[in-house]
């Protein structure tokens, strides 16, 4: 059974930086996409950025471009997603996601919170 656990979450001032990790387990992902969403209080799960597991390229919203990086460590089984320059407007619980064509799997997700 697929797992995705997300760590490093917290509270940050606005320019800060944070790290989230996905720990994946439970099956090979050499053929999955892996995915960052974000979902803030009274609005819907936007995607953020997504990595494949195989080739290492790489998918970002507009909005991340240059702020955020997400990248994989294929022996940890882990994928990250840098954050710098920290908005207010990135408050939200960061998910973690997994899946072929479609994001079937997700993580419990972490709680960013950047203050002004």
């Known amino acids: 059974q697929v797992q995705l656990v997300e760590s490093g979450g917290g509270l940050v001032q606005a320019g800060g930086s944070l790290r989230l990790s996905c720990a994946a387990s439970?099956?090979?992902?050499?053929?999955?996409?892996m995915g960052w969403f974000r979902q803030a209080p009274g609005k819907e799960r936007e995607f953020v950025a997504a990595?494949?597991?195989?080739?290492?390229?790489?998918y970002y919203t507009d909005a991340m471009k240059g702020r955020f990086t997400i990248s994989r460590d294929s022996a940890k089984n882990t994928v990250y997603l840098q954050m710098n320059s920290l908005k207010p407007e990135d408050t939200a619980v960061y998910y973690c996601?997994?899946?072929?064509?479609?994001?079937?799997?997700w993580g419990q997700g972490t709680q960013v919170t950047v203050s002004s």
């Open positions: 996601s997994a899946g072929v064509g479609s994001y079937d799997y």
């Open positions: 439970g099956r090979t992902f050499n053929s999955y996409s």
């Open positions: 990595i494949s597991w195989s080739s290492g390229s790489t």
